[in-house]
């Protein structure tokens, strides 16, 4: 009996009840399909509730399995472009390397009598244009003041202070950088200089010609080995332009530099090698 004290059970008990008379009247009375269209009607509603419930909980179901799916895919996408970023810096790595290496083989071909040590090129001291840069050898290496710096083009510059290692380098374009040099067609002998005017072209000055002095544009301009500072033979620039001091009256010429200075990675320092005296050099000439 505590069944029929709970209301809920009362009230379904009735219902059922009044249900079983109604179905049973209505089978008496011979109206079973009107009873049946009833029903019918009557659970239309919530059979088509039930139904996109079902299609809803499908479409849930869908939807997060394909999210699994794009997740997964997605890791696996971003782990082969990983991978391939890898191999791709290895390669540039790898080419870089052989870069290097050509340029030192290539420099070691051409001044086979010179004793070098390669450098990488680890910072620079311009505003608008490189004339001071750093490398990545020092006094642990054997460098030293006064070292010249060339690549498989020509000069670059000469070491103008060193630590352990590190090594600054002042290049041939620098306002307070001179070598002596001479013009390679016709062997008029000259000090090639920097200028502060220049930097930003890249230019030096081939100055102290004599006035008369055979020089024109498009002649390449090489260090002469006197002075100390770099050995004869390395090919500086090409002669831009002619002009004459008035003051002097003496001539004078702008040289390009081969060595593209504004974008250095690796040069060779040259350690050992022979110095010409004066009348050595004019000897070669002659």
Known sequence: MKYFKNKFFIVLFAAATVLIIFTTVFSAM???NQLKNFFNTLVTPVRWCVSEI????????????DMDS???ENGKLKEEIQSLEDRLNEAII???ENERLKEYLEVKRIYNDYKFTDALVIGHEAENYMTIITLNRGTGDG???GMPVITSSGVVGSVCEVGYSWCKVKTVIEASASAGAYVSRSGEVGIIQGDISYKESGLCRLEYLSEDADVEVGDLIYTSGTGS???RGLPIGEVVSVGVNEYTRTKYAEVRVFSDLSNLKYVMIVTDFEIYSEEESMTQEN
């Not at 079902?54 to 399995?65: C, D, L, R, T």
Request: charged share 30%.
């Open 30 to 32: 011979g109206l079973q």
């Open 54 to 65: 079902k299609e809803a909980f499908e479409g849930f179901g869908e939807y997060f399995s």
């Open 94 to 96: 790898a080419e870089e």
């Open 70 to 72: 794009l997740i997964e």
């Open 143 to 145: 460098i030293e003041i």
């Open 229 to 231: 500072v770099y050995p």
